[in-house]
């Protein structure tokens, strides 16, 4: 009887673990991660554990969703408290593969996605969707889960890896789970533990905007420039905060809304320092 969760660094080892896993009669959740796991990720993976799942987590800091000016050497790394997090929220299978086994040598081939990665971080951040669809689309492929959970504050990640599903006719659910905050309000993040502690009201100023944009539109404020602009003014306190986009886009299209009316999300991203931090809220307002 092995020690759980086991960890494998191998296709082959995942491939045998999930097929005992069907053998017993269970299916198979994936919860896939980048690692320095908080209680966002645990609520994914006490998703799939509800969902009574055998349950893998890959915890893998994949390369080609960073450009070379962004922050994958300093991406935080914490293996050890990752494995002890799993342990405690019941995760049977860990699979943290080393670059080797994710892009095997003479790698050339990737996942390229469509208009909806040009949109918001995607605007920001070239090529990051395809380097976020190549990697999930070889984690799908590789644990062939039921289910794959993602969070929501990762909205634009969300909805594309939903379109790849649909369009390459994967056969696997993609469930996304309600966005986790810290108790001042923060949006829970790996990056986080980047922040200065002087940075902490820095960051919680985009948190704090998009409350402020809710209020706005809740008020019936028929203006989406004002509505920016009121959320600009907030992040405008913080003179060190930069601001890569507040915006407001259907969630599933992540087309601009023009006229505020049923489902809307207001979506941002800053920068503080070095660190760069998303969140977003769902709003819904009177279907006009
Ligand atoms: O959301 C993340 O942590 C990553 O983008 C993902 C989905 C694990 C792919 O590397």
């Known amino acids: 009887m092995c020690e759980s969760p086991l960890i494998v660094k191998t296709v082959r080892d995942v491939r045998e673990c999930v097929a005992k896993a069907r053998a017993d009669g269970r299916s ?23 969902d009574g ?3 893998v987590v890959s915890i893998y800091v994949n390369p080609t969703q960073f450009a070379p000016t962004e922050d994958l050497a300093t991406y935080p790394r914490t293996l050890e408290e990752d494995v002890q997090k799993c342990r405690a929220a019941g995760v049977e299978l860990i699979f943290a ?10 790698d050339q081939t990737r996942v390229c996605p469509g208009p909806l990665a040009d949109k918001l971080c995607g605007a920001f951040r070239p090529g990051h969707f395809e380097g976020v669809c190549t990697v999930v689309a070889k984690l799908l492929q590789i644990v062939q889960p039921d289910t794959a ?21 994967m056969p696997v659910w993609i469930e996304v789970c309600s966005l986790v905050r810290d108790a001042d309000g923060l949006a829970l993040s790996s990056r986080n533990a980047r922040l200065r502690p002087e940075d902490r009201a820095r960051a919680l100023s985009l948190y704090q905007a998009l409350c402020a944009g809710r209020k706005l539109l809740a008020t019936g ?3 989406m420039g004002r509505v920016i602009a009121a959320m600009r003014a907030v992040i405008a306190a913080h003179p060190e905060v930069r601001v890569d986009y507040l ?3 259907d969630p599933e299209t992540l087309e601009d809304v023009q006229k505020p009316h ?16 998303i969140d977003n809220m769902i709003v819904d307002l009177p279907v006009k």
């Open 28 to 50: 198979v959740g994936l919860v896939p991660t980048m690692g320095a796991l908080h209680a966002g990720h645990v609520s994914l993976i006490e998703a799939s554990k509800q």
């Open 53 to 55: 799942c055998y349950t």
């Open 97 to 106: 593969p080393d670059n080797s086994e994710m892009y095997p040598p003479g």
């Open 149 to 169: 959970y993602f969070g929501q504050k990762d909205a634009q990640q969300a909805v594309i890896i939903r379109r790849m599903v649909e369009d390459l006719r």
């Open 221 to 223: 404020e028929p203006s």
């Open 247 to 249: 915006s407001l886009v």
């Open 262 to 277: 049923g489902r809307v999300m207001i979506a941002g991203a800053i920068r503080v320092g070095d660190v760069r931090l």
